[in-house]
């Protein structure tokens, strides 16, 4: 998706973005994004951005690894009569360029720890999507 903010405290140095499905049926929730190591200077993702299209990508960037195993956003698909899911989008600014300790088999739940002790600030926006 395309994804824009503004506002960062002054001094973060690079931001970090997830999308996270609790209303998934397995423990856990469903990670569908986990994107890290976005330059300071990032206001904004192009629709496609990351392994899809990796050119879209800021310089310097890292995908983590999905609940669907592989890095790259993977987009709503919750099972048939489930109902409508949450979908929640959190930004992180964070006050290092590069997470220590994360790389491209980092998972969301192994990133909120790497990050935890790095957050300057956050925003959160929540989407639903379901399917009858």
Same mark, same amino acid.
């Given at each position: 998706?395309?994804? =824009?903010?503004?506002? !960062? ?47 879209? &990508? ?25 109902? &409508? ?24 739940? !192994?990133?909120?720890?790497?990050? !935890?002790?790095?957050?300057?600030? =956050? !925003? ?9």
């Amino acid at each position: 998706p395309e994804v =824009q903010w503004s506002g !960062a405290p002054s001094e973060t140095r690079s931001f970090a973005l997830t999308i996270w499905d609790p209303d998934a049926p397995v423990h856990g929730g469903w990670w569908h994004w986990v994107f890290f190591n976005l330059p300071a200077s990032t206001m904004s993702l192009a629709a496609g951005a990351g392994s899809t299209n990796p050119g879209a &990508a800021p310089g310097g960037s890292v995908e983590g690894t999905t609940s669907f195993g592989k890095p790259g956003y993977g987009g709503p698909c919750p099972p048939v009569g489930s109902g &409508a899911h949450h979908y929640i989008f959190t930004l992180y600014a964070l006050d290092e360029a590069r997470i220590p300790g994360a790389s491209a088999k980092t998972t969301g739940p !192994a990133l909120k720890l790497l990050v !935890a002790k790095h957050i300057l600030g =956050q !925003a959160t926006r929540i989407g639903r999507f379901g399917r009858p």
